[in-house]
């Protein structure tokens, strides 16, 4: 599948966490509890998922609610990356030129005779 690309971030300020931390009422937008003094800024909607790095994307968040949200969001650009390639292709058959049979499942490989 590949490895999930690493987008550029740009470096949040104190003042600015401060902010977003104040326009959210000091509560993790996710489970709606007071956070403490180890939060994360989150995206609500995930930059891999057409979100975008405006600050009203950002919000606070618990580390571990953030971790669990993440885990959500990976799986979901992985479906999305699934979809976008289409079904797989079949992988390169036994079959050359002239070859004439079949595989067991157990890998043999059996050979049709044709008789004329």
Do not use: Y
């Amino acid at each position: 599948m590949g490895r999930i690309r690493r987008m550029t971030r740009r470096r949040l300020t104190p003042r600015q966490r401060a902010g977003i931390l104040a326009a959210h009422g000091g509560l993790c937008w996710l489970c709606k509890r007071p956070v403490g003094c180890r939060w994360d800024v989150e995206h609500m909607v995930a930059r891999a998922l057409l979100g975008s790095e405006a600050d009203d994307n950002l919000a606070p968040a618990h580390r571990t609610c953030h971790r669990v949200k993440s885990a959500v969001d990976v799986a979901m650009w992985a479906k999305a990356e699934r979809l976008r390639k289409g079904p797989k292709k079949p992988k390169g058959t036994i079959r050359s030129a002239g070859f004439r049979g079949w595989r067991k499942f157990n890998g043999e490989i059996v050979e049709r005779r044709i008789e004329r």
